[in-house]
């Protein structure tokens, strides 16, 4: 997350020719693909018990470290640090920042003031920065008077169309095919193209679990087609993601996906039901 600037968060990966990798999506392909960011479920699930610090750490590790790094060095100039960040000063603006976004900045209005404070106290004082602590109070100051936010839902929810998915079916191979796959499986058309991770079904969901469609979405528009990132319109980014979800197995619903990262934050990625999840333990 960010103070002050504008982050890009969430997303999709891309092959590169070898010996032609590029530093920044190396490092963000490389943490996603063999697991080395945690889980965002079960990290927040670990958070739930612990003391200020360490919950903030851990909700850092679950929402911010994909883009801004474990120890806040930040991707510039896509992502900026936030160790040494004098932006961060303003306990207010970081409050605020965290809970209801900025430009590309996917807000996070399903975290709690306590966790809003946690994760603000953190990065304030973490790496290099000693800014002070958050209480609860100030972060409940800081968001007086801010709409509150909606219920979440699920992927699964109908929450696309099958006209939007099949337009993203048609943007999908110019903009992403080439180094994804045809299948968006991770296998690139090209032979001399390294493989990356798929953005369909079982593993491109387990890799996004807990995480909000607003996070994928602006990922994708800061880096996405790595070499003209943020060429495609809203609407074409949002319609291949409803590819993605569509491929993944995914039911459509009656109301297509709106570009806009306060209603996408709402709509939380699960690799299945929660029902179907638990029956199938079950049985």
Known sequence: MSSGVDVKRGGVFTARARGAYRPVMR????????????????IAQQAEDAGPRVRGEQLYRSDCALCHGESGEGRPPTFPALSGNPALEDLSHVVIRIWEGQGTMPPFPDLSTEEVSAVAGYVRNAWEND?????????????AGLAEAGSRTSVWDGVFTASQAERGQTVYPGACGTCHGRRLNGAPDDPDMVSTPPLARAKFLRTWEGRSLAALFEYT????????????????????????LSVSGIPTGDDALEPDPHSLARVVIERRPQEEAEGAAGG
Do not use: K, Q, W
């Open 27 to 42: 490092a963000v392909c490389g943490a996603v693909a063999l697991g080395l960011v945690g889980a965002p479920t079960a």
């Open 131 to 143: 800014f002070g602590p958050v209480s609860s109070e100030e972060a409940a100051a800081a968001l």
């Open 221 to 244: 528009r800061a880096t996405m087609p790595e070499n003209n990132p943020g060429s495609l319109t809203d609407e074409e980014y949002i319609d291949v993601i409803a590819h993605m």
